[in-house]
């Protein structure tokens, strides 16, 4: 069994920075890969920011580029995502997932999923 827990959110200003953390426990995320993705009210959940089991390759969602940083810690289990320049159009839930396969960018192409945690921007 996969488990996902997420931490790090929290009610910020526009301009902040957070750090979320994301740690796996029944598998190690080395051999597939982990993602990140968001729902604002009202919205569809969408890609933020994905990387490789081996750490090579990152995928980062255009409205984020720049700003936030994916990174993983294999000895940890753990992969996080630092927020830079947050802006109130980032208010969202952050989810963190565990990628099976296919394209980074899919949501589809995850199989386990976290709880979720809240990103506040105030402007």
């Known amino acids: 069994q996969v488990q996902l827990v997420e931490s790090g959110g929290g009610l910020v200003q526009a301009g902040d920075s957070l750090r979320l953390s994301c740690t796996a426990s029944?598998?190690?995320?080395?051999?597939?890969?982990m993602g990140w993705f968001r729902q604002a009210p009202g919205k569809e959940r969408e890609f933020v920011a994905a990387?490789?089991?081996?750490?090579?390759?990152?995928y980062y969602a255009d409205s984020v580029k720049g700003r936030f940083t994916i990174s993983g810690d294999n000895a940890k289990n753990t992969v996080y995502l630092q927020m830079n320049s947050l802006k109130p159009e980032d208010t969202a839930v952050y989810y963190c997932?565990?990628?099976?396969?296919?394209?980074?960018?899919?949501?589809?192409?995850?199989?386990?999923w976290g709880q979720g945690t809240q990103v506040t921007v105030s402007s």
């Open positions: 997932a565990a990628h099976v396969g296919g394209a980074f960018t899919k949501w589809n192409s995850y199989g386990y």
């Open positions: 990387i490789s089991g081996s750490g090579g390759a990152t």
């Open positions: 029944g598998r190690t995320f080395s051999s597939y890969g």
